[in-house]
T-cell receptor, first 113, second 116 residues
Framework: DAKTTQPNSMESNEEEPVHLPCNHS???????IHWYRQLPSQGPEYVIH???SNVNNRMASLAIAEDRKSSTLILHRATLRDAAVYYC??????????????FGKGTLLTVNP | GAGVSQSPRYKVAKRGQDVALRCDPI?????LFWYQQALGQGPEFLTY????????KSGLPSDRFFAERPEGSVSTLKIQRTQQEDSAVYLC??????????????FGDGTRLSIL
């Protein structure tokens, strides 16, 4: 299965922007890029997703490269509550109507006060 | 509204015992997924249901793993004759529709299974 590649860890200061990169060089043309984040002892939480165009929501922005082989999750002003493991995932069509998520190891984001 | 609920939150079993893990998805969600997450790793896909139909079970590690969703809502993941390598967090996720890769998945907080 295709897997994404992310840095193991990143650090940021509170109130500063954070850019989390992801490589997904084997993504197919119709599969979306999803981002989730996970706090300790909790399940992953949906952050944002996109196909080709850049996307914005109340949590973050997603910038997708023109060739779709990489993307960047942007947290505009990091807070202590944003400290988590961030996963960039692809949806993989395993046949029929199943679009399962394929996760890598994610990026552990530390936010300093 | 209520999110995805999983029970129990923690389960300890002796090697060789059978266990059953329950998932209550968000009401009305068509799609239901099970994932397995080992310590320090991202979740790995196990199986997928669209309503009551199990459309993909390619991620189940062995025939000791069995999942069902008989009425298209609650799902149970059963592991028979548990082994130590089954120790992991088992996550359930649901999404509103089936067959669309633009559907966010909503995860429960998982069941942490420890096999002694």
């Amino acid at each position: 299965d295709a897997k994404t590649t992310q840095p193991n860890s990143m650090e940021s200061n509170e109130e500063e922007p954070v850019h989390l990169p992801c490589n997904h060089s084997t993504i197919s043309g119709t599969d979306y890029i999803h981002w989730y984040r996970q706090l300790p002892s909790q399940g992953p939480e949906y952050v944002i997703h996109g196909l080709t165009s850049n996307v914005n929501n109340r949590m973050a922005s997603l910038a997708i490269a023109e060739d779709r082989k990489s993307s960047t999750l942007i947290l505009h002003r990091a807070t202590l509550r944003d400290a988590a493991v961030y996963y960039c995932t692809e949806t993989l069509n395993s046949g029929g109507s199943n679009y399962k998520l394929t996760f890598g190891k994610g990026t552990l984001l530390t936010v300093n006060p | 509204g209520a999110g995805v609920s999983q029970s129990p939150r923690y389960k300890v079993a002796k090697r060789g015992q059978d266990v059953a893990l329950r998932c209550d998805p968000i009401s009305g969600h068509v799609s239901l997924f099970w994932y397995q997450q080992a310590l320090g790793q991202g979740p790995e896909f196990l199986t997928y249901f669209q309503n009551e139909a199990q459309l993909d079970k390619s991620g189940l590690p062995s025939d000791r793993f069995f999942a069902e969703r008989p009425e298209g809502s609650v799902s149970t993941l059963k592991i028979q004759r548990t082994q130590q390598e089954d120790s992991a967090v088992y996550l359930c996720a649901s999404s509103l529709e089936g067959g669309h890769s633009n559907q966010p998945q909503h995860f429960g907080d998982g069941t942490r299974l420890s096999i002694l």
